[in-house]
């Protein structure tokens, strides 16, 4: 076993089980040093009476292997349930949410062809905090919590993230011209901490026009780093008009632990179809990769998983007539991206 990574999996709900085997076949496929652990989270745990999602055991497998892939679950509907993915980020601390989008073109069809951008956003505040109070019977407060150390710790690891891959310019965008004391505080800190990376370029917009213009000319951004909720938001448009939400993954990073899942929930509409596409929880899986030190390895999988996108063999989900050559399930398309390791792009 030495080694080999220890992280912790969970399969999820709804597409959750059969996207996470295709990921782990692809990982075994091309040599990825890692020992998964598996733990349960989701519909049925909520159902047993834990209205995290997750049982204490389980807290233990992830503080110790620190690294979490892990498949979308169901939370179920009414009230008494808290959000899983809020519950992990707060506990392991997993301050920034990293999610890059770059078209496929001309594999996979979009109205944007140039889309290369990550969105940084701040994980544990804003109206995330989970603050809310009934106020009289008929009015409701939640609380939104910007904190300096917070605003520091996201926008420079925006900036170091930008450095690291070579991006020349990062974007800001609040609504610092309404929340002054909030929003302002977060745009001082960028301008501040910016001052220190004369290399990269820096905007400034605020959150309605700046998404507008993001939804209109993505191309021209590079790294957008911004609130808890503002970037919830952005982030979904951007991956929606990149393609598909079934092909992007992203990373939640803190100090200590990293949790890597797709950005879609569990469709449940087409689970246990055998048509879901896994790309999203394998690119996921790929920044995993990166993130425990296997670059070549993530690089071999990235690289085989466009050459499949490249030779027209496409789920249902990105299917397009004249431009896939073939309509494939789950299976096999796990089979053929296996198939292409080794082959690059
Ligand atoms: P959640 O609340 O869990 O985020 P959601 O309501 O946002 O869920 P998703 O589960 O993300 O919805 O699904 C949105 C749509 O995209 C559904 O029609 C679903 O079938 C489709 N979809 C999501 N993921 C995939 C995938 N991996 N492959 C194919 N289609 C997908
Ligand atoms: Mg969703």
Not at 17 to 33: K, Y
Not at 76 to 82: A, E, I, R, S
Not at 234 to 241: E, K, L, M, R, Y
């Given at each position: 076993m030495s080694g080999k990574t220890p992280i912790t999996v969970a399969h999820g709900d709804g597409i959750g089980?059969?996207?996470?085997?295709?990921?782990?076949?692809?990982?075994?496929?091309?040599?990825?040093?890692i020992a998964p652990h598996r733990i349960d989270i989701g519909e049925s745990v909520y159902k047993s009476g834990f209205t995290s999602g997750i049982k204490p055991e389980a807290w233990n497998t992830l503080r110790e292997t620190g690294v979490f892939l892990k498949a979308p679950i169901t939370t179920?509907?009414?009230?008494?349930?808290?959000s899983l993915n809020v519950s992990v980020r707060k506990t392991l601390g997993l301050f920034a949410n990293v999610r890059p989008c770059k078209a496929l073109h001309p594999y996979v069809n979009t109205r944007h062809p140039n889309i290369d951008l990550v969105i940084i956003r701040e994980n544990e505040e804003d109206l995330y905090a989970g603050i809310e109070y009934r106020q009289t019977g008929e009015a409701y407060e939640c609380l939104k919590v910007i904190s300096r150390p917070g605003s520091e710790r996201i926008v420079r690891y925006a900036f170091e993230y930008a450095r690291a891959y070579g991006k020349?310019?990062?974007?800001?965008?609040?609504?610092d011209n309404i929340m002054k004391m909030t929003d302002g505080l977060f745009h001082s800190v960028f301008q501040e901490i910016g001052a220190e990376y004369p290399d990269i370029q820096k905007k400034s917009q605020i959150i309605d026009?700046?998404?507008?213009?993001?939804?209109?000319?993505?191309?021209?951004?590079?790294?957008?780093?911004?609130?808890n909720l503002y970037g919830d938001i952005?982030?979904?448009?951007?991956?929606?008009?990149?393609?598909?939400?079934g092909l992007f993954g992203s990373a939640n990073v803190g100090m200590n632990a990293a949790m890597f899942e797709a950005i879609?929930?569990?469709?449940?509409?087409?689970?246990?179809?055998?048509?879901?596409?896994?790309?999203?929880?394998?690119?996921?899986?790929?920044?995993m990769l990166v993130h425990i030190g296997q670059p070549k390895i993530a690089a071999k999988i990235?690289?085989?998983?466009?050459?499949?996108?490249?030779?027209?063999?496409?789920t249902d989900d990105i299917y397009k007539e004249g431009l896939s050559k073939q309509k494939v399930g789950t299976a096999d398309f796990t089979k053929?991206?296996?198939e292409h390791l080794g082959r690059t792009p």
């Open positions: 089980p059969e996207i996470m085997e295709s990921t782990l076949q692809i990982l075994t496929a091309a040599g990825a040093e179920p509907q009414g009230g008494g349930y808290k020349k310019e990062v974007t800001c965008m609040v609504k026009i700046g998404s507008a213009l993001l939804a209109d000319r993505p191309e021209n951004y590079e790294v957008v780093v911004t609130l952005i982030s979904d448009i951007v991956a929606q008009i990149a393609g598909s939400v879609h929930g569990s469709a449940p509409d087409i689970a246990g179809k055998g048509i879901a596409n896994p790309s999203g929880l394998l690119n996921a899986a790929v920044m990235r690289n085989g998983w466009l050459a499949t996108l490249e030779d027209g063999i496409h053929a991206v296996i």
